[in-house]
């Protein structure tokens, strides 16, 4: 009796010491990832890159300023991509191939835009996702007459989640200006995440870039964002508080000011009706309510065309109702006449937002 049970006392034994071994490595590799996490000052100098091709262009009052925003998806998030945290199953959409074609094709679009300013969300520097390639220096090579600054949120060495995992992850947000970047500055938003789960999640910011209006001491103040996405909703809230005062700050300094991006949210004044939440399943965007913030200010967002789609499955090739959002727009100070504001349908086909065109003047 005593032999029959030693066999799987033994089988029993080696299990719990596997078991054991494999939890000590989890938490040893979640400290080293501790060890290194990427930990940004509240205030960073970003130091901008002037124009490849050496070209200047100049602000004046009276000027008109085109502005897009694009959440770019890291060119990996196509038509035919879905996403596990939208409640789709991949985690890397797109073949290597893909991502170039994807890049190459809006880059194309941008260039056709022909925009004074360009703000760029979810542009990767070196992450697996996108096979290490470095999009903000292709952006930088195509647009050569364009001055440029970039802010990294996500700077993880391995996210080992889920399977197969997304690995390692460089991206940010970059602006690029046919004007001269005066200067510039990464101020960190607050972050709803605690640890552990705080190492292996973006550290949002606000990418300010300055340039100076000529025959006035005023700066524009190009602000570019990316606020929470997958939060309960505190984070967007705190970093739209801090956005809030950022910008009035910036205002009573008399600048001019234009804060765009992909907000994760709708601006209280937009028709929400026009695209309906589906279901209790889908990702629920937030609520930005335009009163909490100073009198003047602009909240444009144009429901023409939906500025995102949902992730949960593939849009090509989709029949019946789609789960579509307006999570892209802009907030400008009331110095600042707005001119023009559009949601330019691409149908999603290189990533699941559009972009957004902006035109205001500037007034005394």
Known sequence: MKKQLALPFRILKWIVVTILILIAVAFLFLGFLTLIEYRPDDVETVVPEASVSGEKKTLSVGDDVGIVTWNIGYCGLSETADFFMDGGKA??????????????????????????????????????????????????????????????????????????????????????????????????????????SRVGNLKRCLLVSRVPVEGTDKEFVFVNLHLEAYDDGAGK????????????????????????????????NVDTSVYPVLGEDYWQAGLINTEDFAEGWQFEMDTTHPTCRSLDKPYAGHTGDFQFYMLDGFIVSKNLKVDRIETIDQEFKNTDHNPVYLKVIIEE
């Open 237 to 268: 809230v705190a970093q739209t508080a801090l956005l809030a005062n950022f910008v009035q700050e910036e205002y009573e300094k008399g600048n001019y000011v234009v804060a765009g991006g992909d907000f994760n949210q709708t601006f209280s």
């Open 91 to 196: 985690v890397q959409s797109q073949d290597k191939e893909s991502v170039l074609n994807n890049l190459s094709s809006m880059e194309d679009v941008l260039e056709s835009i022909n925009p004074d300013v360009m703000y760029i969300q979810e542009i990767d520097v070196d992450s697996t996702r996108t096979y290490g390639i470095d999009e903000t220096k292709d952006f930088k090579e195509r647009f050569a007459e364009y001055s440029t600054a970039f802010a990294k949120n996500f700077d993880v060495f391995f996210i080992p989640y889920p399977i197969p995992p997304m690995g390692r992850m460089e991206a940010g947000i970059q602006t690029l200006s046919k004007y001269e970047i005066s200067s510039a500055e990464r101020i960190a938003l607050p972050s709803p995440f605690s640890w552990p």
